[in-house]
């Protein structure tokens, strides 16, 4: 089993966690004596010690190695099966309530163009990162328009993982009748065809993450005069590629402004009656500028406090241990969740270069080329026939903008960031990946404590 295979499971169990761990402390002893390597030396003498080092520990890391294996061997049941299962859907946030949020211009701009008479059928992508009420959004917009269509159906594209599963659920909602006989793609294709020929239909998919999916059931479908199709994804890059031509368009949903923040939080901390007493007001402040217009952390950390005792220290002890709260134990562990499904999805060749961003302090933006030369002079950059380092660390940066993970903060003239940088609470949860893969070790304040013979970065 490879160590890169291992790191893709995302959901090992904690026998299996440790072992994981154990494997990459041996692949960075690895690369230490890999870098001694490679350092010269002034006189003979000196090199030949170095070498004899070098020896001494090549041995031993063999030794650990065959440890590690026999434990594996010891723990048989420790099985590894590669984690194929797309990450788990969440509810809506806000439940319908769109005037509460103020998302209404959305939405009314969405019904729009479902409802705008053109002959030939549309598409329309929802893409945003992960917790900004997508699925809300377009919720609301398929309840006012799916009466006026012949045929509607919503479908939650993560919880089917193949073109096989989406076909299949799209002909026995259209149909309205279960299929019982296993059918191919061809066959299912032919059928959905059959059920909407020459008929008015609006579909949502909800929640995409593989572009093979969506080109399976675009090929699926006629071209029915005045039909829609919604599609919401945290993946820009899926929808950037999908775009061939006029009739495929991609809304981009933005964070809540300050102002809709602030309602929405105060509405959920203070239930009673939305207002926010004045001596709440600096660190409710404070809170939400962690948020940053995010509605998934605003409603959840606005729901915890609404349980708490609405007192200055009860509200700052939970500003001061928002990391530790997100965490998988803590209670905010549902926003890890949603936000961690984002990295989970990325190759593997991506994670390191998006763990990075945790050495980075959260109020400074990282110079783009900066950012691309320190990932290259880390080794993260893969080379690519024909094409610089510098030009493949920039499709990697781009990948990840498009991805919704990484935001950038200015544009040149020609388009490109020139900074780059990444959401408060997405930090939050790379700083609790970075702990926990031993990638990095950050130090807020004070003499750096946890830092172990291991610590393979230091961010001060």
């Known amino acids: 089993m490879k160590l890169r295979d291992a790191a893709l499971n995302n959901d090992p169990d904690h026998l299996f966690t440790v072992w994981i761990q154990n494997v990459r402390d041996q692949a960075y002893a690895i690369e230490d004596v890999l870098d001694l390597f490679r350092v010269d030396h002034e006189s003979v003498w000196c090199r030949f010690k170095k070498r004899h080092s070098i020896s001494n520990l090549i041995k031993d890391i063999e030794g650990r190695l065959q440890r590690i294996q026999q434990t594996k061997d010891r723990y048989h049941t420790m099985t590894f099966t590669p984690n194929t299962d797309l990450p788990v859907r969440v509810e809506p946030l806000f439940n319908g309530n769109v005037e509460a949020v103020n998302i209404e211009e959305p939405v009314n701009k969405l019904i729009s163009w479902a409802m705008e008479p053109k002959q030939r059928l549309e598409v329309m992508f929802v893409v945003g990162m992960a917790g900004l009420?997508?699925?809300?959004?377009?919720?609301?917009?398929?309840?006012?328009?799916?009466?006026?269509?012949?045929?509607?159906?919503?479908?939650?594209?993560?919880?089917?993982?193949?073109?096989?599963?989406?076909?299949?659920?799209?002909?026995?909602?259209?149909?309205?009748?279960?299929?019982?006989?296993?059918?191919?793609?061809?066959?299912?294709?032919?059928?959905?065809?059959?059920?909407?020929?020459?008929?008015?239909?609006?579909?949502?998919?909800?929640?995409?993450?593989?572009?093979?999916?969506?080109?399976?059931?675009?090929?699926?479908?006629?071209?029915?005069?005045?039909?829609?199709?919604?599609?919401?994804?945290?993946?820009?890059?899926?929808a950037n590629s999908c775009r061939d031509g006029d009739s495929i368009d991609i809304h981009k949903l933005q964070p809540l402004s300050p102002e809709s923040a602030e309602q929405l939080f105060h509405q959920k901390a203070f239930s009673r009656n939305g207002r926010c007493p004045s001596d709440l007001e600096e660190v409710s402040k404070s809170i939400l500028l962690k948020c940053d217009g995010l509605p998934l952390g605003i409603i959840e950390i606005g729901r915890l406090l609404s349980i708490k005792s609405p007192t200055k220290i009860e509200w700052m002890t939970l500003h001061d241990s928002l990391e530790s709260e997100l965490r998988s134990t803590g209670k905010l562990s549902n926003v890890m969740k949603v936000l961690s499904a984002s990295y989970k999805d990325l190759p593997y060749h991506l994670r390191y270069c998006f763990l990075y961003m945790s050495i980075f302090p959260e109020s400074n933006p990282v110079k783009r080329r900066r950012l691309v030369r320190l990932w290259i002079a880390e080794g993260f950059v893969l080379e690519k026939s024909g094409k610089t380092l510098e030009e493949v660390g920039e499709e990697y940066l781009n990948e990840l903008i498009e991805r919704n993970l990484i935001k950038a903060n200015e544009l040149d003239f020609d388009g490109l960031p020139t900074s780059v940088g990444v959401h408060s609470l997405m930090l939050k949860m790379i700083l609790s990946l970075a702990h926990e893969e031993n990638f990095c070790t950050v130090c807020t304040g004070g003499a750096p404590r946890n830092l172990t013979g291991n610590t393979r970065r230091l961010s001060i």
């Open 133 to 238: 009420g997508k699925t809300t959004l377009v919720h609301s917009v398929y309840e006012r328009v799916k009466k006026r269509f012949d045929r509607h159906v919503w479908i939650t594209a993560s919880n089917s993982k193949t073109e096989l599963d989406i076909l299949t659920l799209l002909v026995e909602e259209f149909g309205r009748c279960p299929i019982t006989q296993r059918a191919d793609v061809p066959a299912l294709t032919h059928k959905l065809r059959e059920l909407l020929l020459n008929r008015r239909y609006v579909i949502v998919l909800d929640d995409l993450w593989v572009k093979e999916v969506w080109e399976s059931v675009r090929l699926a479908l006629p071209d029915g005069k005045n039909s829609r199709i919604i599609i919401t994804t945290r993946r820009g890059d899926i």
